[in-house]
């Protein structure tokens, strides 16, 4: 079973700041988020993971609230290259069973 | 570096037979997990391996399929007596063990058919 829900798909125009939140109100104390993009025929790719407050890196921010039971993916300005599929994962990287949930499709419209 | 292999990358086989797909991880990465994925769906969790060991294989779909790890690298999933129902990409993806951070790092997958 899934330990997280998300939003079947989301659209969005070119240029936009795009944000997906993800709720996993069963978070282990162990357990971090990670997000991944996923293109068609190919594997997900990690763009970023934390654990709680805010991380940023070169692609995305990572906003997680105190009680960490939802977590906020935020795309600056996408393109139409950002359309993917994203999922959001909790998990203890390798000591568990990894369940993704049903992703989110994001289109992005020129 | 090297990333996570898949092979084949393609494989069309007719209903009944038995096929072998095969999963070579990052060096080093002691954690191996598969999954498989339907046309248009999400990643569907089938088995993971610790080291040859594999705690959970309550994601295996049914006695037709079956997962060996060896020498703590190389995994191989197969599937014997293929179904059509079986079509589908399977993905599989390594993490280093030990580290609670550490993300998937994921092959390009092998695309099976079956006919």
Partial sequence: ?110 | GAGVSQSPSNKVTEKGKDVELRCDPISGHTALYWYRQSLGQGLEFLIYFQGNSAPDKSGLPSDRFSAERTGGSVSTLTIQRTQQEDSAVYLCASIAVGLSNSPLHFGNGTRLTVT
């Avoid at chain 1, 944000?19 to 190919?42: L, V």
């Avoid at chain 1, 992703?103 to 020129?110: K, M």
């Fill in chain 1, 1 to 110: 079973l899934a330990k997280t829900t998300q939003p079947i798909s989301m659209d969005s125009y070119e240029g936009q700041e795009v944000n997906i939140t993800c709720s996993h109100n069963n978070i282990a104390t162990n357990d971090y988020i990670t997000w991944y993009q996923q293109f068609p025929s190919q594997g997900p790719r990690f763009i970023i993971q934390g654990y709680k407050t805010k991380v940023t890196n070169e692609v995305a921010s990572l906003f997680i609230p105190a009680d960490r039971k939802s977590s906020t993916l935020s795309l600056p300005r996408v393109s139409l290259s950002d359309t993917a599929v994203y999922y959001c994962l909790v998990g203890d990287g390798g000591n568990t069973p990894l369940v993704f949930g049903k992703g989110t499709r994001l289109s992005v419209i020129a």
